[in-house]
């Protein structure tokens, strides 16, 4: 068991430390995906690292062999708020209702979410009377304690579950949600996680789930923030390494389709659902190295088809734009060298700290997507393509009139929505 798994090249398996990785897809070096730059830093020097896409057939994870300092990926002026996602907050009501269903919460019990960002799945639970604790390393924590979730603001080790525990009391329930996949020191927390959890009580955890990812190639959730990428079978040996049991999980549609999962602790036999789930991952060939590169190879397929299509294009004279700019496609961008040559900007919601910035690696202009409906591209390239049908009805609905490109899983472009 690795503690906490160092900063740079890994080795070895982040959950069985099996030192046999494969590689699925090699990205290259890639930059930060937060990383925007100003105008000034464009005449500097920009870092970029090793991202690799593994998979460990011992435990069966996929994973990066990689890893970036924490501090760096996730700065304290992280401009990321859940807040600010429709989906996700749609998300976390609908988690909030159906733990306080399934667990038949009361208003006596303590729930606690850990990377609780500005407390957006905290906010369901407290306005339904239950006590509520937030732990976050970024300054969202401000936001949050302002808005009156109380979050201690750190990131989460050992000492703060203690901490924790001795000024709240125990925690029926324990979240940890888009977070769980990020940490480099996943058995640190998991003994957190022990600590603060009461006897009875249940840890639950969403994370992109693989499956989505091959069936969808969806090659942009691939960049340094996520260590992991799970799926079942390799889960089930890191609760049953910390001395939880996984006793049951959901797949749920969020960030373009992700697995909720619930542990326990002590020894509990997996159910009849997890079978069936686990038997559908085999089906489509998540613990199958051979099928796994199958994948990458039509990633690599995808990416060709995707620059063919834009050159082709702009070959004949047309100017292309992309609406949004989401950190995650920046994995995207950076691995099909889809930068300022081919896309002119990137139109992103007024207000959007990113706007007057410029893509890390690939250093396409951020503006203010209003430019679109004044320039008038001929075509605009979905880089939040998983929101893909709402979006551009919405963007159609605010007066853009060129063509949609979608980039995955099949590069094409959208006339008609
Ligand atoms: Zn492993």
Redesign the pocket.
Known sequence: MIKKIPVGHVD???????K??ETILSFGHQPIVQNYLTAEQLNQPEITYPLNFCY??????A?LDYIIDQKLVFPLNYPYRTGLTNMLIKNFRSLADTLEKKYLLTTDDLIIDIGSNDGSLLKPLKDKGMKVLGIEPTNAAEDANNQGIRTIQGYFNEKIANQAVKKYGKAKIITMTNAFAHINNLFEILKGIEIMLDDDGIFVSESQYLLDMMQGLELDTIYHEHLRFYSLK?LI?LFSLTGFSLIDAETIPAAGGSIRVYAKKGQHLAGNNLKKMIKAEEAIGLYDIKKLKKYGHRMIEAKKELMALLINCQRQGARIAAIGSPARSNTLLGFTHIDNHLIDYAGEKSGSPKIGLFTPGTHIPVVDEKKLFVDQPDYALVLSWHLGKELMQLMRKLGFKGKFIMPLPQPRVVEEI
């Open positions: 070895q398996c982040q959950i069985c430390s099996e046999n990785l460990c057939s011992n435990c069966g994870l994973q390799p040996r």
